[in-house]
């Protein structure tokens, strides 16, 4: 171990310098979390609980569990919807091109990069004259167009890329037609790019926050991240309180970013 | 089974022009090889024939069938074209077993499925792939992956085989055995083929007929002999035979009241049947081609001769290819023995009487 | 006659068969078409309805309104407060893009090294980026927190009272917490962008230049970067637009405060919208929002697919 050389220890000593950075935040978060009102006072925010409790962790999920419940509607109800028609729209703009078809996928893309604040007010005027005003279902009607630029993308990169036209120019000789075409030969081999759509789109979803605070009221309603916003502005001294509620928050996402990691980075890095 | 005729075909793609007013027709029963150069627009033809693109211009016919004429607006869907079609890349399904594979077509025509399973086990015993039925493709080698294509081809019993270089992923030794068996099974099941390639080995052994194509227009129709022994033009000549033929510049002067071509570095007189075609026109400039075969090295001077260096000898099986240059201008020829030569030599050269062709230098079309 | 009548029969199913196909990519067009059409609406349709609303004097929910032309354009170039959120959304753009850019091109630099358990590295990078602004915000307001957050404690523990400050809580420190914490919360996503630019390149490349003697540093600077022209692209437009919309991290934090010194376009954009009920004032900061976006998008879309 000895014979090192300099450069790597230096190397080494700047990944590591990097990794506390990163996760000096979450490690605050975990111990204040697990500790009881008092030691947040008595104790450093770094140094872990002498006497873990998870008082603050059941509160808090009493606090956020009806929010919890709707936010898995939402991503449940949305990935689905955005996943099929990012799927289908991808394989025809990919392997179906059309006169104007390439105008007509950027113009999809582009979606991707618009402001969710120049939809706010429409959609607050349309929810309201739909009635769903405040309601939950607001959010869900929303988030199953709001992904479907992001899926379309995604599907399209990777049919591009993986599928080659002469799969599609094979079955079209032997007689399939578009949709057989589909069903058969291109969604069989569209495992990949629909676990990085999903799990794309769960994470957007889940910790989107605007179009909930905007879109839905009362307590019954509301994501678990504007439950979460509330609860840190309802509970402003209870440290180990909000730190538990953030907790529960981030749980599901930091689930997938560590185990399901490199379908996220396939797809942050496009496919 | 059919036969195949295209008249006219024209292809764009924006600016350039794939194929310009193609005419083509192919009989019942034949295997016509298209070959060319890359880019020449042999995959285009193909997939018009198929129906997987739009032609510009021109028709196509199955027998007495119309099935592509944009003028007549009337296009027939790839789906109903009855043709089958092998490609480069075979175009394997790898989540399907190799039976689902060959299976596919039948199952998407709705053919019931006792007779799918007898057609597909029919087709795998013929190919010697009924042992990978149950296989996924993606352990196979590439040339049980070329299998497979060609049995998703024939359970379909169709009227045309369009096949786009299913041999090009193939090592050599492998490649010349699938020639062998492809050229066998085409034969027993005697169903129309258009084969494409830009290897013309190839195109020389398997073809009844070779269609030579070049820039998006055909050069030269007909048996793989014709177009090595009369080619239409210097592109021919070039194209096929290999080594390639030779090809020498020279001008057409008047000597001692016959014709003949100066070489430069030798005056070739020209029999007076040759001669009299050429006098008729007025071309000055051009260009001599003679096969390898047709160089010979003989060992003493004689009139008509003219010397050239040795610069290598390369063997190749039981001949011997001399490579030999002569004021800078390398050139080759075929010998069956090397023994009397080595490297660096001096020897006396002559060309094969009547083997020579001469082309006009600058339309490249053949004179005598 | 023959070959006529048999070119007119088979004119007449050739003409089916047209349609045939193009009934088919209809049927395709029809499955699509709902999907399309809703996104169309909602990111194209409202884009031009909110337009529409910022040339009116509408107010929140009453229905009633009348077009006013571009009386809130002009109200907005001389309101003081919408040229503190655009100094402010400068500020953020000039010191995070850059910053995430810089620190995610080093993160990416670093773990090109042929480093151990790089996908374990990696991984905890990328983890700031899977949380929630929400979360993230409540995160660093312990870690901002004055009097018993984890930075002043460092400080204190490293020596560095006198560095101790009121951090978010001060009007002058304020955007720069934040910039800070949003640097950290989008390294790891800035890190994979240019690892996977640098992954691209042929590992063969590198390998001549080293076989030609190249030092690390040169290899890096003459053939690495500037292949990696595309992720710095498509970096730039990512961050650049999140820091043009973004919202969420703010409000949670201190809902732009102290007073107004961490109002940003999007901001200002959600408190006279729906704070203050002005809704046609609102729509004209997010036409602003719009216009720079798309400003900084639509050139390098429209580039990069018509390469293709
Ligand atoms: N989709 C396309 N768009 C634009 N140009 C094309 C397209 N497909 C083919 N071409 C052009 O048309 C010409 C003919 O192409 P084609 O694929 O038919 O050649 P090929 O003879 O099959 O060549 P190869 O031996 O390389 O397969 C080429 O110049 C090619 O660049
Ligand atoms: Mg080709």
Redesign the pocket.
Known sequence: MLNIKPSRILLYGLLIIFVIASLLPLWTCIVTALKSSQEVILTTPITPPIDPTMEKIIESINLLKKPLMNSLILVFSGVMVSAFFGSFIGYIFSKHRFPGSIYMFILIVLCLYIPPQVQLIPMVRTMSNLGLFGNLGALVLLYMLFGIPMCAFIFKTFYDDEIPDSYINAAKVDGAGIWTTYRRVVLPLSILPFVVAALLQVVVIWNDFIWGLVLTSGKANLPITVAMANLKGSFVAEWNLQMAGALWVSMPTLIIFIFLGKYIIRGYSGL | MASLTIKGLTKK??E?I??ENFNLEVKDKEFLVLV?P????????LNSIAGLININEGEIWFGEELVDAPQKKLFKIPQKRGVAMVFQDYAIYPHMTVYSNMAFPLEVRKVAPEEIKERVIKAARLLGIDHLLQRKPKALSGGQKQRIALGRAIVRNPKIFLMD?PLANLDAKLRVQARVELKKLQEELGVTTIF?T?DQIEAMTMGDRIAL?NN?HLEQIGPPLELYQKPKNLFVADFIGSPSINMFQGNLVKKDKSIGIDLKFFFYPLTTKLSKSITDKEISKVVVGIRPENVLIVQNKKDGLFQANILRIEPVGKEYNIHLEVEGKPFISIESSADNWRQGDRVWITFAKDYIYIFDQESGDIIS | MRTLNQNILFNATGVKQVEEGKKEKLIALLVILPGILSVFIFFYIFSGWNFIISLTDWEGFIPSYNIIGLKNYIQLFQDPLFWTSLKNNILLIVLFVPGVMIIGLCMAVLLDQRVRAEGIFRTIYLLPFSLSFVVTATLWSWMYSPRVGTINFILGKLGLTSLRKGWITDPNMVMYCIIIALIWQFAGYSCIIFLAGIRSIPHSQTAAAMVDGASNFTIYWRIILPQIKASFITAFIIFMCFALKAFDFIWVLNRGGPGYSAHILGVTMYKETFSFDKFAYGATYSTIILLLSLLIVVPFLFRIYKEK
């Open positions: 793609y924006d350039t794939a194929v060319g890359s880019g020449c627009g042999k995959t285009t033809v270089e494409v830009h194509m998006g």
